[in-house]
């Protein structure tokens, strides 16, 4: 039942009014609107819809599929596991769900086999369990959810954008404070510190559905920030941490500012070292964007304590470095 003094709308009243122990997320309900399985007095209900004090709601929420995703002996890196979540350390190169081209080797099948399908089923057939992504070849840390309560508790920290992520990445150039050609570059500023800060919207490109591409009407609101590491002659290694979490964000941002990563073929533009440069050849045959999820931060769902997990370097970003000291 709807409580005294509702908001206009039935999303935000309902969002507002149900009940915590039923673990339904702002997402979720609006999916479950979508899908009518939301009434009011009896009709189905739709997401405007005015909404009065006293109103009865049903909410019917669908028993989760079985999975038909085909559980996959596939070795994980497991950082931490318990009741309620796992934290794995994923290699570049797999898939985080399954998806057209995709449909197995992905760190789903991997999870299915090592639980026997104990995953949180909120994310449905193809992402039990899943409640952020990185990019194929993107490699580190991933949470995914084994029950239900975990699954939406995560969920709202990333919609809250509470969660802490640091990446390392390996650019063409160095981003440097004193560049007149950043400090002109629209979205771009900087933060005590030497922190590159860029604050775009970001949207699917007009003409590739692949990409993403910045602007600045419609789309959805991106922060990220950077600072340099460590400089090399023509690359830098740069910590990333995102403010917001969309997709291909650290790789489109820093492409946006002119640093665009080793290895991507995507937004790393035509940038090549020059011949006779040491590290020219190794650079040129980095066979992935040179990304890497080092640091994944976040309250535990259930218990409420602080959980913050590291990875090392992979190999093949590491040698990077070291061809590119050299």
């Known amino acids: 039942m709807i409580a005294a003094d509702p908001p206009s709308r039935l999303d935000k009243a309902i969002a507002r009014d149900v009940p915590a122990e039923a673990h339904l997320s702002r997402s979720r309900l ?8 939301i009434t009011v ?3 189905v209900a739709r ?5 009065e004090w006293g109103a009865q709601i049903v ?3 669908p028993m989760a599929d079985d999975p038909e995703t085909r559980a996959e002996d596939i070795p994980l890196t497991i950082v931490h596991e318990d009741a309620d979540l796992i934290v794995v ?8 769900h399954p998806a057209p081209g995709s449909p197995g080797g992905t760190l ?5 086999h090592h639980f026997g399908g104990a995953l949180s089923g909120v994310g449905g057939e193809k992402r039990p369990g899943i409640v952020h992504r990185i990019d194929k070849e993107t490699s580190g840390l991933l949470v995914v959810a084994k029950s239900d309560a975990a699954h939406h508790g995560l969920a709202a920290q990333f919609e809250a954008h ?6 390392l990445a390996v650019c063409h150039g160095v981003p440097n404070a004193g560049d007149p050609r950043l400090r002109g570059t629209r979205g771009v500023s900087w933060e005590e510190g030497d922190i590159l800060k860029i604050t775009t919207r970001l949207a699917r490109h007009r003409t590739d559905r692949q990409r993403q591409a910045v602007c600045w009407e419609g789309g959805r609101h991106a922060v990220t920030r950077a600072r340099t590491i460590q400089a090399f002659a023509g690359a830098a290694l740069v910590e990333c941490w995102l403010e917001t979490g969309r997709t291909h964000q650290i790789r489109v941002h820093l492409a946006h500012a002119g640093h665009g990563l080793i290895g991507d073929p995507t937004y790393g533009g035509s940038r090549r070292l020059p011949r006779d440069h040491p590290a020219a050849e190794v650079v040129a045959a980095f066979p992935r964007q040179a990304l890497h999820a080092e640091t994944l931060g976040f309250d535990h769902p259930v218990t409420g304590s602080a959980m913050r997990f590291t990875s090392d370097l992979p190999d093949d970003m590491a040698g990077l470095l070291k061809a590119l000291k050299a």
């Open 41 to 43: 007095d009896g009709r």
């Open 59 to 61: 909410v019917t929420v």
């Open 47 to 51: 997401a405007r819809d005015k909404v």
């Open 30 to 37: 609006a999916r479950l609107l979508e899908e009518g399985r």
């Open 89 to 96: 350390d994923k290699p570049a190169g797999m898939v985080v």
């Open 108 to 112: 789903v099948n991997a999870l299915l």
């Open 162 to 167: 509470s969660v802490e992520r640091r990446y």
